[in-house]
C-alpha cells in the first residue's frame, strides 16, 4: 500500500512540475541560485577559520545550530504541514478510497520533508562536510552526521505535527479560519522561548559562552546528545555511541507520538475544519431603518474593513511587529539591560525612533494596499456589475489600507513617546511626518498589487507573487529614501555646515556632490530658516502626496482595463456566475 502511495505522490509531483507556467520556473532557478551562492559563502567561510574552531567552540556551535534547526522547521514549516494535512487537494480522493488512514499521514509526513528540512538539511550537510574535510574526521564522522541531523529534524517536524494535530482538536469549527492564526501565534511563542533558553539558563552571553567553549546546555538536554555524538564521532571516539542511540530513540518517540493522534487529530481535523467555515449563520433581525448610502470611496473602504475584521488570519501581517516589540524588550530585560538603559535626550531617542517607525512602515503599508486587490478574487463579478468607477475603487482601498498600520503604530510610537518623554512638538511632527510619507508607499503597493496579484484561500496574508513582492520591498524603500530628504534637510543643524563644506572640497563624486548639496541647503537655512522650512515640508507633500496620487491613478487605470489574479489551485474554489475568479 505505501509503495503505491509513493508512486501516486511522485506521479502528482511530476505533472505538477510539468503544468508550471515559464515565469515559475524562472523564479525556481533564481531561487536555487542564490541557495547555491548562499551555500558556496558559507562553506567558503568555513574553510577560511576552520582551524580556529576548537572542539569546546564547535559542540557549542552545533547545539545551538540544532536548537535553530528545530526552531525554523517549527516556525517556517508549520504552514506547509498545515497544508499536506488539511488543505491538500488529494485528500478529498484519498479519504474515500479503502487506505488506512496512518498510511495517508505516513505519506504526508515524508512529504513534508520537501521544503524548509530539506533545504535546512542540504545546508547543514555541506557546511559540516566541509568543515570535516578541513579537519580530517574520521571516516565515522559523515554518516553520524547524516543520521543525527536527520533526527534532528524528525524531532522538529514532529513537534510541528503536533501543534496541527492538537490544536485541530481544541479550534471550534466556527473558528476555522482562525486556526491558522492561532498556530502561528503560540507557535512563535514557542520558537521565541525555545531560541531564549541558552540566555535565561547561563549568567553569560551566548556568544561569550560559545567562544569560550563553555556548554550551553546540561548533558540531559537532547540537543547536548546530537552534539556530542557528532564531535566524538569527528576523532572516531567510541563515546559517540550512546549519545547517537538516545537521539535516534528520541527522535523515534516523537514520531510514534505524531503516530497516535491519526485518527482524531488528522481525519477528523479535516473533516471539521472543511465543514466548520461553511455552516450556515442565523439571519440577524431585519433592521426597521432604510439603509445608509455613503460615498463610493467610503463604502469600499468599509467592505474592505469588515472582510479583514471577520477573519483573523488577515492580521497575521502584523505579527512579526508583535515579535519585534514585545519580544525585543523581554529579550533586553533577560539579558540583563533595563529598560531605563534606553531612555536618553531626546534630540537623540526621537529620530532614531522614527527612522525604526518608517521602515517598518514600508514593511507593513505597501504590502497591504497590495494585499486589498488579490481580497477580491472570489467577489470580482459583484464590482463588475456595480457602479463604481477603478478610481472609486482605487481611492477606497487606499484610504483604509493606509490608515490601519497608521492608527496601530501611532498608538505604539504614543506609548514609546510617553516612555521617552517627548515634547508635545515632536508628538506632532513626528506623526503629521509619517502620515503624510506613508501615504505613498501605499499608493505604489496598490499599483503592484494590480500587476502581481495571488490569492491562495489556505494563506490569506500571501497575496503577492514573489517578483512583485521582492519589488515592492526594494521599491518602498527606495521611495522612503527620497521622500525623507527634504524632512532630513529640516532637521540638520546649521552647526554642520562647516563640515559638509569640508566634505564636499575633500570628497569628489556622489558622496562629495550630496556633502555640496547639503551645504548648499544649510547656508539658505542660515539666511533664512523659516523660508527653508516651508519649502522643504512643500516639497515633502508634493513628493509624498504626488507619488501616491499617480500611482493610485494608474491603480484605477488597471482596474478599469481589467486585472489578471493568480489563483492558487483549490479544489473547494468554484467560479461566481460562472465565469472565471480573478479578473475585473
Known amino acids: 500500500m505505501m509503495k503505491a502511495l509513493l508512486k501516486n505522490q511522485w506521479n502528482i509531483f511530476i505533472n505538477t512540475v510539468k503544468s508550471q507556467p515559464g515565469k515559475n520556473y524562472f523564479s525556481y532557478i533564481v531561487m536555487f541560485a542564490v541557495f547555491a551562492i548562499l551555500l558556496y559563502w558559507l562553506s567558503a567561510g568555513i574553510w577560511a577559520i576552520a582551524d580556529a574552531i576548537t572542539e569546546p567552540v564547535f559542540a557549542g556551535i552545533l547545539s545551538y545550530g540544532f536548537l535553530l534547526v528545530i526552531g525554523f522547521i517549527i516556525l517556517l514549516g508549520l504552514p506547509q504541514v498545515f497544508k499536506h494535512l488539511y488543505s491538500a487537494t488529494d485528500l478529498n480522493l484519498l479519504f474515500t478510497l479503502p487506505i488506512p488512514t496512518r498510511y495517508i499521514f505516513w505519506i504526508k509526513y515524508l512529504q513534508s520533508f520537501v521544503g524548509i528540512p530539506l533545504l535546512v538539511f542540504v545546508l547543514y550537510v555541506v557546511t559540516l562536510f566541509v568543515y570535516g574535510t578541513f579537519i580530517g574526521a574520521n571516516v565515522l564522522y559523515y554518516p553520524v552526521v547524516l543520521l543525527v541531523l536527520l533526527s534532528v529534524i524528525v524531532i522538529g517536524l514532529s513537534i510541528a505535527y503536533l501543534f496541527n494535530l492538537l490544536l485541530v482538536q481544541v479550534v471550534p469549527a466556527s473558528k476555522a479560519n482562525e486556526f491558522m492564526t492561532v498556530m502561528s501565534v503560540l507557535s512563535g511563542i514557542f520558537v521565541y522561548l525555545l531560541f531564549m533558553i541558552p540566555n535565561m539558563v547561563n549568567d553569560e552571553p551566548l556568544s561569550e559562552m560559545i567562544l569560550a567553549g563553555l556548554p550551553l546546555f546540561p548533558e540531559w538536554v537532547p540537543i547536548t546528545w546530537a552534539s556530542d555524538a557528532i564531535v566524538g564521532a569527528t576523532s572516531g571516539s567510541i563515546d559517540f555511541h550512546v549519545p547517537l542511540i538516545l537521539i535516534l530513540l528520541l527522535a523515534a518517540i516523537f514520531f510514534m507520538l505524531t503516530s497516535t493522534l491519526v485518527e482524531r487529530g488528522f481525519r477528523t481535523g479535516w473533516v471539521k475544519l472543511s465543514e466548520g ?31 479583514i475584521k471577520r477573519d483573523m488570519r488577515e492580521w497575521l501581517v502584523f505579527l512579526p511587529l508583535v515579535f519585534f516589540f514585545v519580544f525585543g ?18 534630540e537623540a531617542t526621537w529620530p532614531i525612533t ?3 517607525l518608517l521602515f517598518i ?12 486587490i488579490a481580497r477580491e ?57 509619517k502620515a503624510v510619507i506613508t501615504v505613498g508607499i501605499s499608493g505604489i503597493g496598490m499599483w503592484l498589487g494590480t500587476i502581481g496579484a495571488k490569492y491562495n484561500p489556505a494563506n490569506p496574508q500571501n497575496r503577492l507573487k514573489f517578483g512583485t513582492a521582492f519589488i515592492l520591498m526594494i521599491a518602498s524603500y527606495v521611495y522612503l529614501f527620497l521622500a525623507l530628504i527634504p524632512f532630513v534637510m529640516l532637521l540638520i543643524p546649521v552647526e554642520a555646515m562647516d563640515f559638509a563644506q569640508m566634505v564636499s572640497q575633500d570628497i569628489d563624486g556622489f558622496f562629495g556632490a550630496i556633502a555640496s548639496f547639503v551645504y548648499t541647503v544649510l547656508s539658505w537655512k542660515e539666511a533664512s530658516a ?34 489578471e489574479i493568480e489563483m492558487v489551485q483549490d479544489v473547494k474554489s468554484k467560479p461566481s456566475l460562472g465565469k472565471k475568479p480573478g479578473n475585473f
Open 377 to 433: 478574487a472570489k467577489s470580482v463579478w459583484i464590482l463588475r456589475i456595480l457602479p463604481l468607477s477603478g478610481k472609486d475603487i482605487a481611492f477606497g482601498k487606499l484610504w483604509i489600507s493606509w490608515l490601519l498600520p497608521f492608527v496601530l503604530l501611532t498608538i505604539v510610537e504614543i506609548i514609546i513617546g510617553l516612555f521617552f518623554g517627548w515634547t508635545l512638538l515632536q508628538f506632532m511632527t513626528g506623526i503629521a511626518m
Open 354 to 356: 522614527q527612522a525604526i
Open 277 to 307: 467555515s461553511g455552516k450556515k449563520r442565523k439571519k440577524s433581525a431585519a433592521r426597521k431603518s432604510g439603509p445608509k448610502l455613503n460615498h463610493p470611496n467610503i463604502a469600499i473602504g468599509k467592505k474592505e474593513w469588515y472582510a
Open 530 to 563: 523659516a523660508m527653508v522650512t516651508i519649502a522643504g515640508i512643500l516639497l515633502m507633500l508634493i513628493i509624498s502626496l504626488g507619488i501616491a496620487y499617480i500611482f493610485t491613478m494608474m491603480s484605477a487605470r488597471k482596474i478599469d482595463q481589467g486585472i
Open 361 to 372: 512602515y514600508a514593511m507593513f503599508n505597501g504590502q497591504i494596499s497590495a494585499s486589498t
Open 329 to 346: 524588550a523581554i529579550g533586553a530585560v533577560s539579558g540583563g539591560a533595563a529598560l531605563s538603559d534606553l531612555r536618553g535626550p531626546n
